[in-house]
């Protein structure tokens, strides 16, 4: 199983980037998946995370500025992230909980990492 994330880079206060995130592979069922986040010196921490049935969880610092959306076909995830923020620069990690059959236990899979910085 990989998870591939895309869409960080440069972009000024105010503006706006779209991250994606696909998991590949030996996958039977994905139940939740989600971004977090780790800035230089700081611990990871949960951004948002969606469940199989698009229930959405976000952290305070995020909520209405930043959408967590999936697509159960094609087995991505999304953050449409708006009005960002300089302390928003981070690496984004996409990350799935998923079963890769039927009898196995669900795990959690992490992608790269893609880079976010938000500066003028």
């Known amino acids: 199983v990989q998870l591939q994330a895309s869409g960080g880079g440069l972009v000024q206060p105010g503006g706006s980037l779209r991250l994606s995130c696909a998991a590949s592979?030996?996958?039977?069922?994905?139940?939740?998946m989600g971004w977090h986040r780790q800035a230089p010196g700081k611990q990871r921490e949960l951004v948002a995370d969606?469940?199989?049935?698009?229930?959405?969880n976000y952290a305070d610092s995020v909520k209405g500025r930043f959408t967590i959306s999936r697509d159960n076909a094609k087995n991505t995830v999304s953050l449409q992230m708006n009005s960002l923020k300089p302390e928003d620069t981070a690496v984004y990690y996409c990350?799935?909980?998923?079963?890769?059959?039927?009898?196995?236990?669900?795990?959690?899979?992490w992608g790269q990492g893609t880079l976010v910085t938000v500066s003028s």
């Open positions: 990350n799935a909980v998923l079963k890769t059959n039927w009898r196995a236990r669900p795990r959690d899979y």
């Open positions: 592979g030996s996958i039977f069922r994905i139940n939740a």
């Open positions: 969606i469940t199989s049935g698009n229930s959405t």
